[in-house]
């Protein structure tokens, strides 16, 4: 181990096209790297290595969080903590997807579209997954045993087939619009955000300017952590904010994609926080108003989302491996030498 050295470091203009990102100018590892090659870059400063950390370390956060949840008394042989629990999974599988991303993604330009269609897919299990206890602990009143709170979690299981589906088709125009790849990708996860979080909107509404009156309907203070810790997420991810301002200035610590990390793991931080106080303060309240959960439905539906995103990622991938070697998005060798010097 002491004879290993670390990969070495390329410019933007000595990886293919497919491999930059905006504003980030240098810390870019070879493109032909090997399994080995890109653990071994996640251990020095390179542009993704924040990436990997900022979503590494909170997957064991997270895993701790659910594992003390999980171990408490009584606690998984209760029903009304299942959604809880539901939520736990996929709040510990979108980091550690993102962080394997990041880490494997500059083995070959297939590699790296096939990283993302993982992670997207994990991201979209985590859409689903705060349906769960959006259902079961902050439904509004008037909503309870209503259309939409029958139909939330089915309709929650099918957007996150859109989101998986519709971003993973975005990589695909990376190239020749990325404009539109990035609307695309944007309008993926953004739609089923606010599809979950509709509640908590209506409820909002309910008691906006009614100070503490309005009773089961009132947020928590992590509630509007929460929501602010995502609309900045959002911001961060279709701005490009700082590096597009200063190309070059933030290539290793500060770029938006690591503050868009540090944004989406606080946001979950304060969801479950959120979620935990609804939990609370609603149960007696919901337990006059709400039957227990039905198991079965609960894992089918789990179950049926799992098995439907990962054939979509399946078909995405088959696609891509069925590519001719010649497409854009898999060109992995260096740029032309008159472009390349142009570049330089």
């Not at 993102?98 to 297939?110: K, V």
């Not at 619009?177 to 944007?186: A, D, I, N, Q």
């Not at 309240?285 to 439907?308: I, N």
Request: net charge neutral; charged share 10%.
């Amino acid at each position: 181990m002491l004879s290993l050295k670390l990969p070495q470091l390329l410019r933007v203009h000595q990886v293919p096209r497919v491999f930059w990102e905006d504003g980030i100018m240098s810390g870019y590892r070879r493109p032909t790297s090997s399994a080995l090659d890109c653990v071994l870059s996640s251990f020095q400063m390179t542009n993704e290595t924040v990436n990997i950390w900022t979503h590494f370390l909170p997957t064991w956060y997270f895993l701790w969080r659910l594992l003390v949840l999980a171990g408490g008394p009584g606690f998984r042989a209760e029903p009304y903590h299942w959604p809880l629990l539901i939520f736990l999974l996929p709040a510990c599988l979108y980091p550690f997807a993102s962080c394997c991303a990041h880490t494997f993604s500059s083995m070959s330009p297939r590699a790296r579209h096939i990283c993302y269609f993982l992670d997207y897919g994990a991201l979209s299990l985590y859409s689903l997954g705060c349906a769960f206890p959006y259902a079961a602990y902050s439904m509004p009143a008037s909503w309870l045993h209503g259309r939409l709170h029958q139909l939330f979690v089915p309709a929650a299981a099918l957007n996150s087939f859109l989101c998986t589906g519709l971003s993973c088709y975005s990589r695909f125009h990376e190239l020749e619009s990325p404009g539109l790849s990035k609307v695309l990708r944007t309008a993926a996860f953004a739609y089923p955000f606010l599809f979950d979080n509709l509640p908590l909107f209506y409820r909002l509404g309910l008691c906006w300017g009614r100070g503490h009156s309005c009773g089961q309907e009132m947020l928590s203070t992590s509630h509007g952590y929460h929501l602010f810790c995502a609309l900045l997420t959002g911001f961060l991810f279709a701005s490009h904010l700082p590096e597009r301002l200063a190309p070059g200035r933030f290539d290793y610590i500060g770029h938006s994609h690591q503050l868009f990390h540090i944004c989406a793991v606080l946001g979950t931080h304060f969801q479950l926080e959120a979620v935990l106080a609804d939990m609370g303060s609603r149960r007696a309240w919901l337990a006059t108003q709400e039957p227990a959960l039905d198991l079965v439905g609960t894992v089918a539906t789990l179950s049926l989302a799992v098995a439907g995103n990962l054939l979509i990622i399946a078909a995405f991938t088959f696609s891509l491996l069925q590519a001719p070697g010649t497409c854009p998005l898999l060109q992995d060798g260096q740029l032309e030498g008159g472009t390349q010097a142009k570049q330089q």
